[in-house]
């Protein structure tokens, strides 16, 4: 048949053999969690097998069944942010990070501790030992604050997206993203700029 | 509102402008703040850091491997199976 090769290249075994992981690892980044992040997975090949036909060939295969992965992951925190509602109480925008900024700001508003310049980013990218850093620090953000951060971040939906999915206002949106870079960035401090270690080889 | 902002202000300012274009008078506001202040320029480029790690974490694994491993074997069978039964639904009878 003339179009073999074309179902051949959309052959969903193969799908799950070159990409299962890495988009396994990208929802895993979203939901921190094993059992979702399969299930989207497998939410994400299945519509891309029902959807074989729309497959453009000028993108890459990973890019597309990326771009539906992302749906997956939206759809799923937009419903669980509809049942356990991500914004319940007075907690919300005060809760996990106040002590935080009570530590890095005095009572006028200004920094407790001098900031000190990072340097050159994209030398820091290109060392590992950052990465471990930064995947520490990500980690140890509370659930709200990576779930907000991830999508922004890593699906790069808009703010407007982001609220919508979050069920939350865009002032909220926008105090949630700021405890989350706030937190990473007093993380990082310690752990990878403080550490004597850094430069070392990695 | 007072013209005058507190680093606090000025970074959540500088934290915004990432995700969104900020007010005309939020603008002016943050501005006249990183004019003046020596450590909020700073905090502005880490703040920018971060954003630009946010980007490239989310795709990294593929070049270094990654510490979260792939999928289990067993979900990979799962999803296999998943997968050919939904294709032998679909498909008019080709293999």
Known sequence: MHNDSRLHAADPDEW???HGDAL????????????SAEDVVQETLLAALQARDEFAGNAS???????????????????????????????????????????????RGEWVVPQRAWGDPDAMFEQNRFWEAFTCC?????????????????SGLSIEEL?????????????ILYRARLALKTCLESSWFDNPMRRGPS | MKFNISCQEASQLVSQQIDQPLSLM???????????????PVVHRNFKAIHQAGLK?????????????????????????SLRQEKGSGDTGQL
């Not at chain 1, 396994?24 to 059992?35: G, I, P, T, V, W």
């Not at chain 1, 990973?62 to 925190?77: E, Q, S």
């Not at chain 1, 609220?163 to 105090?175: A, G, K, P």
């Not at chain 2, 989310?58 to 199976?81: F, H, T, V, Y």
């Open chain 1, 61 to 107: 295969q990973r890019t597309w069944l990326t771009g539906i992965l992302k749906r997956k992951i939206a759809d799923l925190i937009r419903k669980r942010s509809r049942e356990a509602t991500f914004e319940n109480d007075a907690q919300d925008g005060h809760g996990d990070s106040t002590e935080l900024t009570a530590c890095l700001f005095d009572q």
């Open chain 1, 163 to 175: 609220c919508e999915i979050l069920n939350i206002s865009s002032s909220n949106c926008s105090v």
């Open chain 1, 16 to 18: 799950l053999e070159a």
């Open chain 1, 24 to 35: 396994f690892r990208f929802a895993m980044k979203h939901l921190r969690d094993s059992a």
């Open chain 1, 138 to 154: 990500y980690d140890g953000l509370s659930p709200k604050l990576s779930t907000a951060f991830s999508l922004r971040e890593f």
């Open chain 2, 26 to 40: 939020d603008s002016m506001r943050l501005r006249a703040h990183l004019l003046v202040c020596k450590a909020c």
């Open chain 2, 57 to 81: 974490y989310a795709l990294r694994d593929e070049a270094a491997g990654g510490a979260c491993p792939g999928l289990s074997s067993g979900a990979k069978g799962r999803i296999a199976k």
